[in-house]
């Protein structure tokens, strides 16, 4: 083994130090990786996650996290939860405390999260506010990504969700998914995601960031990979858990997250949009891969000061 390392998406680098840290102490890679995404899911300058997370078409903000270890696939997520900060930690509780189950959503992933005293609070900023209501309009940038270029499926996902706006006549009052993947001294994988999903989306909607083998999957055997972007081909396509597979048949990380974009590629899907992935393995190799260019991965060693940024391979 390598040593311990963590690698990110997109706008992880706003935790990955947190969780470095940890490891670099000698800490777990569950730890490394709850903290890494808790600061994440606070970062205001972040509308696709936590606080401020872009809302539903009612104006509500839903969140969906997950964390899967890869010792044991032991796999806990939350989705569609109102008014808690943090559900990578409402996560980390369901995996830990709840062993019965996998996944909660809504009212009851809320009520689990009050009896183990998670603390509410507002996750709709102002700032949020004004971008729900003005972000609707035709725009040249992807609806769920790192500022991608759109594609024809996010202008019709626009004209859908603005029909849904309407009708639902929402209240008045930096972008995408982000997954971090870590591996501790002691050779502990674990891989977590945390998201507000897609905005404007239908009440109660989940993504593939609850989903496991969707967009979060870790074998420690072979390694773990996690997705974001277009999570409704993920979930058809099984994406994290076909990237894994394809690292326990031989491909390199990269290869693997491209044999996985190239297989979502087949499915129709009028809202075609941006979906991108990344891996790593037991040993420490690490990659990616995106379907358009620009697009880049973050990671971080013991010896790191700061994240490292790494091309996506481009399909």
Same mark, same amino acid.
């Given at each position: &083994?390598?040593?311990?390392? *963590?690698?990110?998406?997109?706008?992880?680098?706003?935790? =990955?130090?947190?969780? &470095?840290?940890?490891?670099?102490?000698?800490?777990?890679? =569950?730890?490394?990786?709850?903290?890494?995404?808790?600061?994440?899911?606070?970062? $205001? #300058? #972040? %509308?696709?996650?936590?606080? !401020?997370?872009?809302?539903?078409?009612?104006? *509500?903000?839903?969140?969906? @996290?997950?964390? &899967?270890?890869?010792?044991?696939?032991?796999?806990?997520?939350?989705?569609? *939860? +109102?008014?808690?900060?943090?559900?990578?930690?409402?996560?980390?509780?369901?995996?830990?405390?709840?062993?019965?189950?996998?996944?909660?959503?809504?009212?009851?992933?809320?009520?689990?999260?009050?009896?183990?005293?998670?603390?509410?609070?507002? $996750?709709?900023?102002?700032?949020?506010? +004004?971008?729900?209501?003005? @972000?609707?309009?035709?725009?040249?940038?992807?609806?769920?990504?790192? /500022?991608?270029?759109?594609?024809?499926?996010?202008?019709?996902?626009? +004209?859908?969700?603005?029909?849904?706006?309407?009708?639902?006549?929402? %209240? #008045?009052?930096?972008?995408?998914?982000?997954?971090?993947?870590?591996?501790?001294?002691?050779?502990?994988? *674990?891989?977590?995601?945390?998201?507000?999903?897609?905005?404007? +989306?239908?009440?109660?909607?989940?993504? #593939?960031?609850?989903?496991?083998?969707?967009?979060?999957?870790?074998?420690? /055997?072979?390694?773990?990979?996690?997705?974001?972007?277009?999570?409704?081909?993920?979930?058809?396509? $099984? !994406?994290?858990?076909?990237?894994?597979?394809?690292?326990?048949?031989?491909?390199?990380?990269?290869?693997?997250?491209?044999?996985?974009?190239?297989?979502?590629?087949?499915?129709?899907?009028?809202? /075609?949009?941006?979906?991108?992935?990344?891996?790593?393995?037991?040993?420490?190799? %690490?990659?990616?891969?995106?379907?358009?260019? !620009?697009?880049?991965?973050?990671?971080?060693?013991?010896?790191?000061?700061?994240?490292?940024? %790494?091309? /996506?391979?481009?399909?």
């Amino acid at each position: &083994m390598s040593g311990p390392i *963590v690698i990110g998406s997109e706008r992880s680098e706003a935790g =990955l130090p947190a969780a &470095m840290e940890i490891l670099a102490r000698g800490g777990s890679a =569950l730890d490394a990786v709850e903290a890494g995404l808790r600061r994440c899911e606070d970062n $205001l #300058d #972040d %509308h696709y996650v936590g606080t !401020g997370g872009l809302p539903n078409a009612q104006g *509500v903000v839903e969140l969906d @996290a997950s964390l &899967m270890v890869g010792s044991s696939r032991a796999f806990g997520a939350v989705g569609a *939860v +109102k008014g808690f900060p943090n559900p990578i930690s409402i996560a980390r509780a369901v995996l830990e405390r709840l062993p019965q189950h996998s996944l909660l959503v809504g009212p009851g992933a809320e009520l689990f999260a009050e009896e183990n005293g998670f603390e509410r609070a507002e $996750l709709l900023t102002e700032e949020s506010r +004004k971008l729900f209501l003005a @972000a609707l309009e035709p725009s040249a940038e992807s609806v769920e990504g790192e /500022r991608t270029a759109a594609q024809a499926g996010d202008e019709l996902y626009r +004209k859908t969700a603005l029909d849904l706006v309407n009708h639902f006549a929402p %209240h #008045d009052g930096p972008w995408g998914t982000i997954n971090i993947l870590a591996l501790d001294s002691s050779g502990e994988l *674990v891989v977590g995601v945390s998201t507000s999903g897609y905005p404007w +989306k239908y009440p109660g909607r989940v993504g #593939d960031s609850a989903i496991p083998g969707a967009g979060n999957y870790a074998d420690l /055997r072979y390694g773990g990979a996690a997705c974001t972007g277009r999570g409704e081909l993920s979930m058809r396509a $099984l !994406g994290a858990r076909g990237i894994v597979a394809d690292l326990a048949r031989g491909l390199d990380p990269s290869a693997a997250c491209l044999a996985m974009l190239a297989d979502a590629a087949t499915l129709p899907d009028e809202f /075609r949009a941006e979906l991108r992935c990344l891996a790593l393995t037991p040993d420490g190799r %690490h990659g990616a891969a995106a379907g358009q260019t !620009g697009s880049v991965y973050a990671v971080m060693t013991a010896t790191s000061t700061e994240p490292e940024f %790494h091309p /996506r391979s481009v399909l």
